[in-house]
T-cell receptor, first 112, second 113 residues
Framework: TQLLEQSPQFLSIQEGENLTVYCNSS?????LQWYRQEPGEGPVLLVT?????EVKKLKRLTFQFGDARKDSSLHITAAQPGDTGLYLC????????????FGAGTTVTVRA | DVKVTQSSRYLVKRTGEKVFLECVQD?????MFWYRQDPGLGLRLIYF???????EKGDIPEGYSVSREKKERFSLILESASTNQTSMYLC????????????FGPGTRLLVL
């Protein structure tokens, strides 16, 4: 059983459309990270959120951490083919110091 | 530029063989991790190390062992490879603190026949 549930598992949209990926848990996390992984490569960090209710923007990407620090969302505005990839959320806990719990990932395909 | 390198991108081994996967980081990080990634399951932690010669079991350590003789190098060992160990193996490193970024290598895709 995944500690972090991501939805949807797959998402295919046309260039210019918007999309949202969700990451939910029944556990409280002290931090939540979003990574993007391209085929044949390792995951690369996009953002870390640490405060309940926090919203961070990275160009066309908006990340939100839930008030209770149990869930997060990633919203992409006007998606481009370069946004194609596997998006992974990962939660960290102070009591777990070094380890992250990962979701199963959302595969996003943006068609030109 | 931070760098985590893994010894092989692709590896094909036979059942019963001993397999070594090497990972090197150049960031002087104290923590290093080994994950396996399978479709629909995400990344699952096999072992991690928070210091030289120290190691801790992750969520799925069975069938694996690790070695950390130097700070920059973390090796994953499959003592007797089995077909269910066919997977993508990812190494990562980080500094202590739960909010710190984990930097990943490019992965090793292992096929056990």
């Amino acid at each position: 059983t995944q500690l972090l549930e991501q939805s949807p598992q797959f998402l295919s949209i046309q260039e210019g459309e918007n999309l949202t990926v969700y990451c939910n848990s029944s556990s409280v996390f002290s931090s939540l990270q979003w990574y993007r992984q391209e085929p044949g490569e390792g995951p690369v960090l996009l953002v870390t959120v640490v405060t309940g209710g926090e919203v961070k923007k990275l160009k066309r990407l908006t990340f939100q951490f839930g008030d209770a620090r149990k869930d997060s969302s990633l919203h992409i505005t006007a998606a481009q083919p370069g946004d194609t990839g596997l998006y992974l959320c990962a939660g960290g806990k102070r009591s777990n110091d070094y380890k992250l719990s990962f979701g199963a990932g959302t595969t996003v395909t943006v068609r030109a | 530029d931070v760098k985590v390198t893994q010894s092989s991108r692709y590896l094909v081994k036979r059942t019963g063989e001993k397999v070594f996967l090497e990972c090197v980081q150049d960031m002087d990080h104290e923590n290093m991790f080994w994950y396996r990634q399978d479709p629909g399951l995400g990344l699952r932690l096999i072992y991690f190390s928070y210091d030289v010669k120290m190691k801790e079991k992750g969520d799925i350590p069975e069938g694996y062992s690790v070695s950390r003789e130097k700070k920059e190098r973390f090796s994953l060992i499959l003592e007797s490879a089995s077909t269910n160990q066919t997977s993508m193996y990812l190494c990562a490193s980080s500094q202590p603190a739960s909010q710190e970024t984990q930097y990943f290598g490019p992965g090793t895709r292992l096929l056990v026949l």
